[in-house]
């Protein structure tokens, strides 16, 4: 666990994971996050602002997608999925001017909201990385071949700061959190879980509500992120 | 008095409170369980919409319109549950067992109940199997009066002592 800020930094295995108790099945306790109490904060401020400050390394809100689905799981159509998170991510990609077919490689990060491993897994499809059913082998055939998947050195870092499972989930916060991490990132100053930034765009990714009905998505930019195409 | 002077003496106790709550318009859900072991649901009375709310809805969620209570089939489908290992106070004397959404035959949506089998694993209970609802037979017009079984483990249920089935 590279980030030092993270509440559970453990170096694990996957027989730890697979060998700690079961919570509520499939998941077993270091599957699901620590719940927690903390705190964050973003500086938010209009373009003349910045720039009348002279900021430095400033990141830019380039898109911002919010959805809601049926609170109650019981009227949903498929309840396995979360829907506001496919039309969350697509009017954020919109409004940022990326493709949602093609968002795997127009990003440089994603922190997501992995309360529990399998929300990230859907998160990984839902968000346009790959199609519906393909999340969990995407993750699974790119263990340690650098280059895929969503690992630190993977097509889309997903996570690196160890989302909400390393980080532990201080909720109502860790939208925030997420939204920090990913402008760290872009900034380059995250430190030792630092990734490639090379497109300059980043995605942070919070859910919420019963049922996990409101999703919301925010693209994010560097300075270099706006000159590309 | 100085900081020093100050003392803390603390007792452990505990508060009771008693109270009542009300299931309000969907009162008749409750009562019909306790009383006829029936499962009541609503339909839209919208002919254009004429959605089935299970659990019951007073109002339509999709189009506003008032509903009407229906008697529902006993017996439906698992569209997702879980197997909890670890849980409130309440139900910790029953883990494990299973919790899930149900689509009882005919509704449009799912009741949130739980799932009880004499070999609860995971094949047991996943999407697409069927179950039928049993009853305690100490009823207190509340949603644990009754719950779900695989429907080849039905007759053994009912036939437990503590146990019946539905009207
Ligand atoms: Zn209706």
């Not at chain 1, 127009?106 to 897994?121: I, K, R």
């Not at chain 2, 094949?123 to 779900?148: I, P």
Request: charged share 25%; aromatic share 10%; with cysteine.
């Amino acid at each position: 666990m590279l980030n030092p800020k993270a509440q559970s930094p453990m170096d694990l295995t996957i027989e730890d994971v697979l060998n700690s108790r079961i919570i509520c099945y499939p998941f077993k306790m270091l599957d699901c996050c620590l719940y927690s109490e903390a705190s964050a904060a973003l500086i938010l401020a209009p373009e003349e602002k910045v720039k009348e400050l002279g900021i430095e390394k400033p990141i830019w809100i380039t898109g911002v997608g919010a959805a809601n689905t049926d609170c109650f799981i019981g009227n949903r159509e498929d309840m396995g999925r979360l829907y506001s998170n496919i039309n969350a991510a697509k009017v954020a990609y919109k409004m940022a001017g990326l493709d949602y077919n093609k968002i795997k490689q127009q990003v440089d990060l994603a922190e997501l909201h992995d309360a529990f491993s399998g929300q990230e897994v859907i998160s990984y499809e839902e968000l346009g990385f790959v199609p519906f059913g393909e999340g969990g082998p995407w993750i699974e055939n790119s263990f340690e071949k650098p280059g895929e998947g969503p690992w630190i050195n993977g097509e889309v870092p997903c996570c690196p700061s160890g989302g909400l499972i390393g980080c532990g989930h201080a909720v109502g916060a860790t939208g925030i959190m997420s939204t920090g991490e990913a402008a760290l990132q872009l900034r380059e100053d995250a430190g030792k879980h630092q990734v490639t930034i090379e497109k300059g765009r980043a995605i942070a990714h919070s859910i919420g509500g019963p049922g996990a009905a409101y999703a919301a998505i925010i693209v994010m930019t560097n300075e270099e992120g706006l000159k590309q195409p | 008095m100085s900081k020093q002077d100050f003392q803390s003496h603390e007792i452990r106790d505990i508060i009771k409170i008693n109270y009542k709550y009300t299931m309000g318009g969907q009162s008749k859900f409750f009562i019909e369980v306790m009383n006829n072991k029936k499962l009541l649901g609503t339909k839209c009375t919208n002919s254009n919409c004429g959605k089935i709310w299970m659990p019951p809805r007073i109002n339509c969620s999709e189009c506003y319109s008032p509903t009407e209570w229906i008697e529902m089939k006993q017996t439906g489908t698992i569209e997702v549950s879980t197997i909890v290992w670890y849980t409130t106070s309440a139900f910790i004397k029953s883990v494990p067992y299973s919790i899930g959404f149900i689509k009882l035959d005919g509704a449009d949506t799912a009741l949130f109940q739980g799932i009880f089998s004499e070999n609860l694993v995971p094949s047991k209970v996943k999407k697409g199997r069927r179950v039928k609802a049993v009853f305690s037979k100490n009823r207190e017009g509340k949603m644990t009066d009754f719950f779900f079984v695989p429907e080849d483990e039905y007759e053994r249920w009912i036939a437990k002592p503590e146990y019946e089935g539905g009207a």
